[in-house]
């Protein structure tokens, strides 16, 4: 997503990603790695539970959501939901689905 950071905005579409991580450490994350959109914080999990990315308890990863993300429309409508298992190709599967939103 960083990457393709540009053709997000040139899109008119805003990116953010979120963890359960708490706002210093997500500026510290963001600051870290050139993020160039903002990182909210959910260290309640409220948001993680209504997205669907709270991962089981059994799970070895309980205490990280799930990766996953969603196009929302500007109307606030989830138009498509990922389960990102391939990071690196994810930005351009979302901005083909973008791209056809628009049409």
Not at 62 to 84: C, E, H, M, Q, T
């Amino acid at each position: 997503m960083r990457d393709q950071a540009q053709k997000f905005a040139d899109a008119g579409c805003a990116v953010y990603g979120i963890s359960f991580d708490s706002p210093a450490d997500n500026g510290q994350f963001r600051t870290s790695n050139d993020f160039p959109f903002s990182l909210l914080s959910d260290e309640s999990k409220e948001v993680g539970a209504a997205y669907e990315a709270i991962r089981d308890a059994d799970d070895p990863f309980a205490n990280f959501p799930k990766r996953v993300s969603y196009l929302i429309d500007a109307d606030g409508a989830i138009r498509k939901s990922y389960d990102v298992s391939d990071p690196a190709g994810h930005a351009g599967e979302v901005l083909a689905d973008l791209e056809a939103l628009l049409r």
